[in-house]
């Protein structure tokens, strides 16, 4: 019975000792996945100032994320450096503080980050290095002003300007803001007052409008703080426009040269003046005709204010086609003593036909009184000026 027993036992152990062999397990080995970037924020934009924080989120956690994998480049005068990276969502955002730097308008700042420099558990990341750039921008929209379509404006007459705005930091992107303020944000500056319009108003531009001006020069300029980016910078004052000049009135001038009576009728007296030397050649009467200052000829419109060829000296407002007749005059026709062919009286040498035995009436240049227009006669064969007045 002992010796059985024994073998029982030892059966027993040998069967124990093959199990025990059986259930052995072999420790089990962890091979995680590589990580891998999948945003960096801010995204690449448009800043007034440079971020003061990165944010770099992975798909897993990774491990020993430190300042130096952040690579800080760029144009800006002094490139901000990362101070501290913060771990969260359990090691899947890392948060780096920028300080320091200086970035002014028109410089970029980069931060590059390489998940293949990162790892998680010993294991490298993988992707490609991932760059933001920051464009500084603090500087609005520039605002310019086209040529006038007009720079000569005559009674009656208007001129448009156009107005272009362009983002310069953003190569003309749209703009934001309010753009109908600029109906109150046109200054005009000078002699001359006109009414000021403003239309067709786009992120892109407006249309000036000067209607209703008198008598001088102006210039217009678009106030400062009209149109804004989209970064919220205000557009500067616009230069002048180009100098427009308006006059309202019509010229008349006294000939230089001088003629007997005889100019083939009215209407040679009208070549006479469109012919002679001292009939304006430049500025905003250029190109004008010319009818002579004659009684009957019907030269002046009433209502109508004549000046010199300066343009500022104010001769008279027409009250008829004789312009005032015997009446005075605010100013005489010119400086100078000439005597002039008017006809005022019935000496008209023969309707301008006659060069002898004919007699025309005569008025003096430099009179502002009744004799501008009757002073005296003299016989046609005689030589005289003429008033010419702008048509």
């Known amino acids: 019975m002992r010796h059985a027993f024994f073998l029982s036992a030892f059966v027993l152990t040998l069967v124990l000792a093959s199990c025990g062999r059986g259930l052995s397990v072999s420790p089990a080995v962890f091979d995680p996945d590589p990580p891998s970037l ?89 992707g490609s290095a991932e760059t933001t750039t920051y464009s500084i921008s603090t500087i609005g929209p520039a605002v310019t002003l086209d040529s006038p379509t007009d720079v000569a ?18 190569g003309g992107t749209a703009l934001t803001g309010d ?21 067709s108003i786009s992120t892109t531009g407006a249309v000036i409008t000067a209607s209703g001006c008198s008598n001088g020069t102006f210039t217009v300029h678009v106030d400062a703080g009209v149109v804004e980016d989209a970064l919220g910078n205000a557009s500067a004052v616009s230069a002048e426009s180009d100098t427009i000049t308006v006059f309202n009135g019509r010229v008349i001038f006294v000939t230089t040269g001088t003629h007997n009576g005889n100019y083939g009728g009215y209407s040679g007296t009208n070549t006479y003046c469109n012919n002679d030397s001292a009939k304006p050649s430049t500025g905003i009467v250029a190109g004008s005709t010319y009818k002579a200052l004659l009684d009957t000829n019907n ?82 064969a005689n030589t005289r000026a003429l008033y010419c007045v702008e048509q």
């Open 38 to 126: 999948v945003t960096l924020e801010p995204e690449s934009s448009y800043l007034v100032t440079a971020p003061t924080s990165i944010v770099a989120t992975f798909n897993q956690a990774v491990t020993a994320l430190t300042a130096a994998h952040f690579t800080i480049g760029g144009t800006c005068t002094t490139a901000p450096t990362v101070s501290t990276v913060v771990m969260s969502g359990v090691n899947t955002v890392a948060t780096a503080t920028l300080t320091g730097g200086s970035c002014t308008n028109g410089q970029d700042l980069t931060v590059t980050l390489d998940p293949t420099q990162i790892t998680t558990a010993g294991v490298a990341g993988t």
């Open 153 to 170: 404006l005559r009674s009656g007459e208007s001129t448009d300007i156009q107005v272009n705005f362009a983002d310069a930091a953003s």
């Open 179 to 199: 753009l109908t303020v600029l109906a109150g944000g046109v200054t005009l500056t000078g002699t001359s007052s006109c009414t000021l319009g403003v239309s």
């Open 299 to 380: 030269a002046t419109t009433s209502g109508i204010t004549y000046y010199r060829t300066d343009l500022t000296t104010v001769i008279a407002t027409a009250t008829g086609g004789n312009l005032v007749g015997s009446a005075g005059l605010t100013n005489p026709i010119s400086t100078g003593a000439t005597a002039v062919w008017t006809g005022s009286d019935a000496n008209k040498c023969n309707g301008w036909t006659a060069p002898t035995i004919f007699v025309g009436a005569l008025g003096i240049a430099n009179s502002g009184t009744a004799t501008w227009w009757a002073n005296s006669s003299a016989g046609c």
